[in-house]
């Protein structure tokens, strides 16, 4: 058999991946001076009062000892692996879990794809692999899915502390105060490799923002085939609104809305959204 391993950054803990047969070795946070697994050790809720707090966080990817075990433990039950990793570029998570490939009991057995992306459309990937692998569909087929759909996979996210980037270092002082003030909001963009994420633009209101995004993807190619994607950190009025603006321009859209991972939080802040979507093409 198949199994899945991914990461954290899909916004599932290791304990709802095991209710559906997917191991997920869970990203690192480190605030005020204590590292924390994500979710295992660390909820939203108690991240977002720290941050409240003044505390600054940062990740850092599953260890290599974690994952080198998740494969060993798999290899000696007889299956195979295909790791599904969040964006390398934005993550050391593809890079170590090559490593841990080339560590584990056998190599051969263990296939890692850089997912080019993270969030919800990492969700959606790694669920829709783990359904063909319980359908006996064999590692060539899943391989070939997520080939085919990975490309297709569009990130925009929109911060809403200006105070937070400006602790972080995301964002200069001088900018953060000012986009405070005038009650601007930025919108981000990763590049077509998910390797890095650009300042895609700057508008005054959230409608507008979400219009620019829905313009954006229909530009793009993006229709009610794919599937949108929104994670929140504890913002679902902007989410349920954005939902609403997906279901009227893209009639019958199939749309996915999560409560956003701590590790996620640490990137876009308190009250952030990402707006993202990924076609599944499984030929």
């Known amino acids: 058999m198949i199994k899945i391993v991914t990461d ?7 304990a709802q991946g095991k209710q559906h047969g997917i191991y ?27 941050i409240k707090d003044g505390g600054v966080p940062s990740t850092s990817q599953p260890s290599i000892g974690e994952k080198t075990d998740i494969y060993d433990q798999i290899i ?9 990793t969040m964006a390398d ?26 997912a080019r992306t993270l969030c919800v459309p990492q969700y959606v990937l ?7 692998a319980a359908s006996g569909a064999s590692k060539e087929q899943i391989l070939s899915m997520l080939e085919q759909s990975i490309p297709t996979s569009e990130n925009f996210m929109i911060p809403v502390d200006f105070d937070f980037l400006v602790r972080g270092g995301r964002l200069s002082n001088a900018s953060g ?14 590049n077509d490799t998910c390797t890095k994420l650009e300042k895609f633009g700057i508008v005054r209101t959230y409608t507008k923002a979400l219009k620019n995004m829905l313009d954006t993807f229909e530009k793009d190619g993006v229709t009610n085939e794919y599937t949108f994607c929104l994670a929140h950190a504890h913002n679902e009025e902007w989410a349920n609104k954005a939902m609403q ?17 701590p590790a996620y939080i640490c990137q876009g802040g308190p009250g952030c959204i990402a707006f ?8």
């Open 89 to 114: 570029g934005l993550s050391g998570t593809y890079s170590s879990a090559l490593v841990a490939k080339a560590s584990c009991k056998d190599p051969t057995k263990v296939s890692v794809v850089n």
């Open 126 to 132: 790694v669920n829709h692999a783990q359904q063909m």
């Open 24 to 50: 997920v070795a869970p990203l690192m946070i480190t605030i005020n001076g204590h590292s924390y697994r994500d979710f295992d050790q660390i909820t939203d809720v108690q991240l977002l009062r720290m």
């Open 276 to 283: 993202q979507a990924i076609h599944i093409i499984n030929e």
């Open 245 to 261: 603006m997906i279901q009227k321009r893209f009639e019958h859209a199939k749309v996915v809305i999560l409560p956003m991972s």
């Open 8 to 14: 954290s950054a899909c916004q599932m803990s290791p």
């Open 76 to 84: 000696a039950e007889g299956d195979e692996i295909i790791d599904i």
């Open 177 to 190: 105060i000012l986009g405070g003030l005038l009650k601007l909001i930025p919108i981000i963009r990763a």
